[in-house]
């Protein structure tokens, strides 16, 4: 099934767009999702994964304006969208 | 009370609902600590001394360099090279001298932070390193002080507030750690820094006079590119090694 994923911040440039789209099995959970976008696109994969391929507590998971836990056990269904944001500062 | 030179300066904000003269009186006593004064702080400084905040205590250091002058708006050119915080005291001077301007020549630091805090109302964060960022975070939440949380990054800004108490998450409850990707050099503009630093300011007023909803456990994100915003809905980590239980 089909996950679309929105990107903020760091995570835009490092994917090469604003939004980027993966292929996953049914009924993965969004941590899932994101593990595969992780392994699908190289360019953010440092970012969003820790070297032992957990999803950092730093990225910010939301599904319909809400924050999701790295937890979060509910499946996705297809289509779906998810927004990542990786941290940014001032200056 | 107010004198008739302030309310002679700040009639049109007094006419905004809700404000007035005891809004007003509300801002003259209040003390907002702005950290770091770049380009997001120094607008943040700008508008909060234009209302009348009564004291603003600003922490910044180093000196002025070429490459702060597209974004921070209380320099000028001609003071490259000096101390970055001389200049910022001395604009919002020339804006307002009817407030108090205390600028410290230092960024927070362990040595300073719970100082810096102690001395105000509300804290802005403008920080561009989360080293600084967490740290003030953890000084706020022990001493029970609104956050306003601002931050950019090529033409996204977001902005949120985190409240005292159990109702909204910190910053270690949103970012645990400090993020291993983010360098204290990055793509912006300072139309960028300048409209998230404005929207701060009001974040600060409005806790200031209790005016309006101000942004808890809501992150309002804007991508200035196409205008696109997102509010989200974020919340408490009952984990987090600051706020949680
Ligand atoms: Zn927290």
Same mark, same amino acid.
């Given at each position: 099934?089909?996950?679309?994923?929105?990107?903020?911040?760091?995570?835009?440039?490092?994917?090469?767009?604003?939004?980027?789209?993966?292929?996953?099995?049914?009924?993965?959970?969004?941590?899932?999702?994101?593990?595969?976008?992780?392994?699908?696109?190289?360019?953010?994969?440092?970012?969003?994964?820790?070297? @032992?391929?957990?999803?950092?507590?730093?990225?910010?998971?939301?599904?319909?304006?809400?924050?999701? &836990?790295?937890?979060?056990?509910?499946?996705?269904?297809?289509?779906?969208?998810?927004?990542?944001?990786?941290?940014?500062?001032?200056? | 009370?107010?004198?008739?030179? &302030?309310?002679?300066?700040?009639?049109?904000?007094?006419?905004?609902?809700?404000?007035?003269?005891?809004?007003?009186?509300?801002?003259?006593?209040?003390?907002?600590?702005?950290?770091?004064?770049?380009?997001?702080?120094?607008?943040?400084?700008?508008?909060?001394?234009?209302?009348?905040?009564?004291?603003?205590?600003?922490?910044?250091?180093?000196?002025?360099?070429?490459?702060?002058?597209?974004?921070?708006?209380?320099?000028?050119?001609?003071?490259?090279?000096?101390?970055?915080?001389?200049?910022?005291?001395?604009?919002?001077?020339?804006?307002?001298?009817?407030?108090?301007?205390?600028?410290?020549?230092?960024?927070?630091?362990?040595?300073?932070?719970? @100082?810096?805090?102690?001395?105000? @109302?509300?804290?802005?964060?403008?920080?561009?390193?989360?080293?600084?960022?967490?740290?003030?975070?953890?000084?706020?939440?022990?001493?029970?002080?609104?956050?306003?949380?601002?931050?950019?990054?090529?033409?996204?800004?977001?902005?949120?507030?985190?409240?005292?108490?159990?109702?909204?998450?910190?910053?270690?409850?949103?970012?645990?750690?400090?993020?291993?990707?983010?360098?204290?050099?990055?793509?912006?503009?300072?139309?960028?820094?300048?409209?998230?630093?404005?929207?701060?300011?009001?974040?600060?007023?409005?806790?200031?006079?209790?005016?309006?909803?101000?942004?808890?456990?809501?992150?309002?994100?804007?991508?200035?590119? @196409?205008?696109?915003?997102?509010?989200?809905?974020?919340?408490?980590?009952?984990?987090?090694?600051?706020?949680?239980?």
């Amino acid at each position: 099934m089909i996950v679309n994923f929105q990107l903020w911040g760091q995570l835009r440039q490092a994917a090469g767009g604003t939004s980027y789209v993966v292929d996953v099995p049914d009924g993965v959970t969004a941590t899932e999702a994101v593990q595969a976008l992780a392994s699908s696109c190289e360019g953010v994969r440092s970012m969003i994964l820790d070297d @032992d391929g957990s999803v950092r507590p730093v990225i910010l998971i939301f599904r319909e304006g809400r924050q999701l &836990e790295t937890d979060d056990t509910e499946s996705l269904l297809t289509g779906c969208e998810l927004t990542l944001m990786s941290p940014i500062a001032g200056g | 009370m107010l004198t008739p030179a &302030e309310k002679a300066i700040y009639e049109w904000q007094m006419w905004v609902p809700g404000i007035g003269e005891a809004g007003q009186q509300k801002l003259k006593e209040s003390s907002v600590l702005i950290t770091r004064c770049g380009g997001l702080g120094g607008l943040v400084a700008y508008e909060l001394a234009a209302a009348g905040v009564g004291k603003l205590v600003i922490a910044h250091a180093g000196n002025l360099k070429p490459s702060d002058l597209h974004r921070q708006l209380l320099m000028t050119s001609d003071w490259v090279g000096k101390p970055r915080i001389d200049s910022i005291v001395r604009r919002l001077g020339e804006l307002n001298p009817l407030i108090e301007v205390l600028g410290i020549p230092e960024n927070v630091n362990n040595d300073n932070v719970a @100082d810096l805090v102690g001395q105000v @109302d509300v804290v802005v964060d403008c920080a561009p390193l989360f080293e600084e960022r967490l740290l003030l975070n953890r000084e706020t939440v022990r001493q029970g002080k609104p956050m306003v949380e601002c931050a950019m990054y090529e033409l996204q800004f977001h902005i949120t507030t985190f409240l005292p108490g159990p109702e909204t998450p910190c910053l270690a409850c949103l970012h645990p750690e400090e993020p291993p990707s983010w360098k204290r050099q990055f793509p912006v503009f300072g139309a960028v820094s300048g409209t998230v630093g404005c929207m701060g300011a009001m974040e600060a007023i409005k806790l200031v006079t209790g005016v309006g909803e101000p942004l808890g456990g809501r992150l309002l994100s804007m991508d200035m590119r @196409d205008f696109k915003v997102m509010e989200s809905l974020i919340h408490r980590r009952n984990d987090c090694v600051v706020c949680g239980n």
